[in-house]
């Protein structure tokens, strides 16, 4: 089966950074979009980040010239980058990705169990 595993999550200052990683492992033919999203309490879910097998990126507005996605595609790795924190960035981050096991069977849409950021002076 696919999992994906984040790591990276933490307390951070306000103006601080903080580096998320989210690594695909299983039965894995190919990746589409892999992406972050997050869960503040209280509030829905919401996307962050996005980036395509091809490297298309898109942003929330909220994170637009703080926050950058990338990824790795000989090791199924997505990165968030965040720099230039802020308090209202506290969530549960949520690694996101549309994968394929197998060239028969439609792409999954799998997340992974979740990191906590939490951005407090």
């Known amino acids: 089966q696919v999992q994906l595993v984040e790591s990276g999550g933490g307390l951070v200052q306000p103006g601080g950074s903080l580096r998320l990683s989210c690594a695909a492992s299983?039965?894995?033919?190919?990746?589409?979009?892999m992406g972050w999203y997050r869960q503040a309490p209280g509030k829905e879910r919401e996307l962050v980040a996005r980036i395509t097998s091809g490297g298309n990126r898109n942003y929330a507005d909220s994170v637009k010239g703080r926050f950058t996605i990338s990824r790795d595609n000989a090791k199924n790795t997505v990165y968030l980058q965040m720099d230039s924190l802020k308090l209202e960035d506290t969530a549960v981050y949520y690694c996101?990705?549309?994968?394929?096991?197998?060239?028969?069977?439609?792409?999954?849409?799998?997340w992974g169990q979740g990191t906590q950021v939490t951005v407090s002076s």
């Open positions: 996101n990705a549309y994968i394929w096991v197998d060239t028969t069977t439609p792409r999954g849409n799998y």
């Open positions: 299983g039965s894995i033919f190919n990746i589409d979009a």
